[in-house]
């Protein structure tokens, strides 16, 4: 019977140990690349490397500071305290901005860095930019990420990078969650809601889950059995979100077409002369800019209180609110925007053309139907390499304007 039992273990010793053996050598990691944390609710996992597969597969590294850093340099390290001879700028925004789906060499922000430091205006020898944005992450999520771990990186400037969908990440009503910091508005002020820090369950996932997930992380089988798990999660969270809306409003909306939609927008744009306002005291600059943002998500009602019958434009709308918040915007939605065919056909990671080239067959587009195929149900729009190195080309040309009219203005 002992012997039975023994010979039992064993078997499943020696089938754990092949299917992990085999992962390893056919390269297979899906490690869990961010953890719960007291900040921001979440941030990326300290000391991880594996693979991102959603829109296009790439080696994702983190380094022991929970910031990525370039595959083949998974042991660099940032200063606290930046060099003498470095302007430093932290970036903070979402899923667009994190650029999971490009290699970090090819992210915007190393493009942006590379360019800037061709900018003859730069204030000192070296220009250095860390990304620490984030999926799934709103401005109030980014702004406790700020204020808590990244504040302890010296720097020049703040860059929060806006997109479309952020006024519903800032505002439990249209984003309900237990797990978050979120916003709200009284009396024309942002008052912040982080009371999920003393909630008893996250307080538990901050210990366990955060365990369970390093766990999981050491071994490719384990990440191999919890892979089916995390997408019925993911699946679960998107069907709940739905019923929630169909409760709430009565009928299944999208967020921007809601009745609370524009309260969320008013926090939005509130919650940037807040964070200005916050940065103001220690000297540093809030620069704000965007990487998506449709006409059709600005309110009708603000846009035509404040500019009229005039087509709406996200870059105007964000010029005349950073001008009366006193913070600077970076206008590159117009740029980007312009370009619908470009957009349409490199931006996107799989666009319909190469996803029918992977399939060998004609791919129904993503309006015609949005879950039959496993490309269109994977591309959620997020930049490839080629709209990267766009973005983050405008991106240093519009701050190497600024720095050109900072330099002008002290010789003046």
Same mark, same amino acid.
């Given at each position: 019977?002992?012997?039975?039992?023994?010979?039992?273990?064993?078997?499943?010793?020696?089938?754990?140990?092949?299917?992990?053996?085999?992962?390893?050598?056919?390269?297979?990691?899906?490690?869990?690349?961010?953890?719960?944390?007291?900040?921001?609710?979440?941030?990326? @996992?300290?000391?991880?490397?594996?693979?991102?597969?959603?829109?296009? #597969?790439?080696?994702?590294?983190?380094?022991?500071?929970?910031?990525?850093?370039?595959?083949? #340099?998974?042991?660099?390290?940032? @200063?606290?305290?930046?060099?003498?001879?470095?302007?430093?700028?932290?970036?903070?925004?979402?899923?667009?901005?994190?650029?999971?789906?490009?290699? @970090?060499?090819?992210?915007?922000?190393?493009?942006?860095?590379? *360019?800037?430091?061709?900018? &003859?205006?730069?204030?000192?020898?070296?220009?250095?930019?860390?990304?620490?944005?984030?999926?799934?992450?709103?401005?109030?999520?980014?702004?406790?990420?700020?204020?808590?771990?990244?504040?302890?990186?010296?720097?020049?400037?703040?860059?929060?990078?806006?997109?479309?969908?952020?006024?519903?990440?800032?505002?439990?009503?249209?984003?309900?969650?237990?797990?978050?910091?979120? +916003?709200?508005?009284?009396?024309?002020?942002?008052?912040?809601?982080?009371?999920?820090?003393?909630?008893?369950?996250?307080?538990? &996932?901050?210990?366990?889950?955060?365990?369970?997930?390093? $766990?999981?992380?050491?071994?490719?089988?384990?990440?191999?059995?919890?892979?089916?798990?995390?997408?019925?999660?993911?699946?679960?969270?998107?069907?709940?979100? &739905?019923?929630?809306?169909?409760?709430?409003?009565?009928?299944?909306?999208?967020?921007?077409?809601?009745?609370?939609?524009?309260?969320?927008?008013?926090?939005?744009?509130?919650?940037?002369?807040?964070?200005?306002?916050?940065?103001?005291?220690?000297?540093?600059?809030?620069?704000?800019?965007?990487?998506?943002?449709?006409?059709?998500?600005?309110?009708?009602?603000?846009?035509?209180?404040?500019?009229?019958? &005039?087509?709406?434009?996200?870059?105007?709308?964000?010029? @005349?609110?950073? *001008? #009366?918040?006193?913070?600077?915007?970076?206008?590159? +939605?117009?740029?980007?925007?312009?370009?619908?065919?470009?957009?349409? *056909?490199?931006?996107? $990671?799989?666009?319909?053309?190469?996803?029918?080239?992977?399939?060998?067959?004609?791919?129904?587009?993503?309006?015609?139907?949005?879950?039959?195929?496993?490309?269109?149900?994977?591309?959620?729009?997020?930049?490839?390499?080629?709209?990267?190195? *766009?973005?983050?080309?405008?991106?240093?040309?519009?701050?190497?304007?600024?720095?050109?009219?900072?330099?002008?203005?002290?010789?003046?």
């Amino acid at each position: 019977m002992r012997l039975n039992i023994l010979l039992v273990f064993l078997s499943l010793f020696l089938t754990l140990f092949t299917l992990e053996f085999f992962l390893i050598l056919i390269d297979y990691g899906r490690p869990h690349l961010s953890r719960w944390d007291m900040d921001g609710g979440v941030r990326h @996992f300290e000391s991880q490397s594996g693979y991102y597969v959603k829109e296009s #597969k790439q080696l994702i590294t983190i380094n022991s500071q929970g910031i990525r850093v370039p595959s083949d #340099k998974k042991n660099y390290q940032y @200063f606290l305290k930046k060099p003498s001879d470095t302007f430093r700028i932290l970036i903070f925004g979402d899923s667009m901005a994190e650029g999971l789906q490009v290699t @970090f060499y090819e992210r915007f922000s190393h493009v942006m860095e590379t *360019e800037l430091n061709n900018c &003859k205006y730069k204030p000192k020898d070296k220009v250095e930019v860390i990304n620490f944005a984030l999926s799934g992450t709103g401005q109030a999520r980014q702004f406790e990420m700020q204020q808590g771990f990244a504040k302890n990186y010296e720097t020049d400037i703040i860059l929060a990078v806006a997109h479309s969908n952020d006024p519903r990440n800032n505002y439990s009503k249209l984003e309900p969650g237990v797990f978050y910091p979120y +916003w709200t508005l009284e009396n024309g002020n942002i008052n912040i809601d982080t009371s999920f820090r003393s909630n008893k369950v996250f307080l538990k &996932k901050l210990k366990y889950s955060n365990l369970r997930m390093k $766990i999981v992380n050491q071994s490719r089988v384990l990440q191999l059995l919890t892979q089916g798990y995390e997408v019925y999660l993911k699946n679960k969270r998107i069907k709940s979100q &739905k019923n929630y809306y169909k409760e709430l409003y009565g009928k299944s909306t999208p967020y921007w077409l809601t009745q609370d939609w524009n309260e969320a927008w008013k926090i939005f744009l509130a919650g940037f002369k807040m964070w200005s306002d916050k940065l103001a005291k220690d000297n540093i600059p809030l620069y704000v800019s965007s990487s998506f943002f449709n006409d059709h998500f600005i309110p009708d009602n603000y846009w035509e209180k404040n500019f009229g019958n &005039k087509k709406k434009n996200f870059d105007d709308l964000m010029k @005349f609110e950073s *001008e #009366k918040a006193g913070y600077k915007y970076l206008p590159v +939605w117009n740029y980007m925007g312009k370009r619908p065919k470009e957009l349409r *056909e490199f931006f996107s $990671i799989h666009s319909y053309e190469q996803r029918s080239v992977l399939t060998g067959k004609r791919v129904k587009e993503v309006g015609e139907d949005l879950n039959e195929n496993e490309y269109v149900k994977n591309s959620t729009g997020h930049y490839n390499s080629i709209g990267h190195r *766009e973005w983050g080309l405008k991106m240093a040309q519009e701050l190497c304007k600024v720095l050109e009219e900072d330099k002008l203005n002290l010789e003046n």
